[in-house]
């Protein structure tokens, strides 16, 4: 069955950067889109891009863009997101999720059908 | 961006009861939307996809519909399982944004 495995919880200073991974098995990893989405303490769902990994092309969110970068690496079935120069608003939940199958949308442009359990990520001084 | 807005954004009910939940997007989607369930601690599931398309695995008593700007999801006897969070979510343009939530509580 679909599994996304999400790497352990973090605890950074402000300023510095962390990398989440997304270990992925039971499909293809190639056939389908990888997203990224956060949840700050208490808060909503924000949506932070997608990598595809089959080409490693990526869309970030306007939000995100300068400060994120998703790659993969296909060997390992793996997707990561980094996020750098971390402050006290980036504290959150990150989650990775696996979109459907080709076919269901355009492109990456797409709902999220699977999700990993989630990464804690603390930012303290 | 698009601005997803869900109400209402606290629902109190009982079991039993038919439960709806309202989405408006801030230009039109077209059928781009999906709706999840999410609980405390735990990543959000899918329930809803093209607005009114029911995730495999998903009982028969949640239901969408909407086109355009407005869409809602239904809940047609709400289950001691159902209390939760729900979102509604657009995949029509970038960034792919999220209604603010709407949390079930037991009545």
């Known amino acids: 069955q679909v599994q996304l495995v999400q790497s352990g919880a973090e605890v950074k200073k402000p300023g510095a950067s962390v990398k989440v991974s997304c270990k992925a098995s039971g499909y293809t990893f190639t056939g389908y889109y990888i997203y990224w989405v956060r949840q700050a303490p208490g808060q909503g769902l924000e949506w932070m891009g997608w990598i595809n990994p089959n080409s490693g092309g990526t869309n970030y969110a306007r939000n995100f863009q300068g400060k994120v970068t998703m790659t993969r690496d296909t060997f390992i079935t793996t997707a990561y997101m980094e996020l750098s120069r971390l402050g006290s608003d980036d504290a959150a939940i990150y989650y990775c999720?696996?979109?459907?199958?080709?076919?269901?949308?355009?492109?990456?442009?797409?709902?999220?059908?699977?999700w990993g359990q989630g990464t804690l990520v603390t930012v303290s001084s | 961006d698009i601005q997803m807005t869900q109400s209402p954004s606290t629902l109190s009910a009982s079991v039993g009861d038919r439960v709806t939940i309202t989405c408006r997007a801030s230009?039109?989607?077209?059928?781009?939307l999906a709706w999840y369930q999410q609980k405390p601690g735990k990543a959000p599931t899918l329930l809803i996809y093209?607005?009114?398309s029911l995730q495999s695995g998903v009982p028969s008593r949640f239901s969408g519909s909407g086109s355009g700007t407005e869409f809602t999801l239904t809940i047609s006897s709400l289950q001691p399982d159902d209390f939760a969070t729900y979102y509604c979510q657009q995949y029509d343009s970038y960034p792919h944004t999220f209604g603010g939530g709407t949390k079930v509580e037991i009545k």
């Open positions: 230009q039109s989607i077209n059928r781009w």
């Open positions: 999720a696996r979109g459907p199958p080709r076919g269901y949308c355009s492109g990456g442009s797409c709902y999220s059908e699977h």
């Open positions: 093209m607005a009114s």
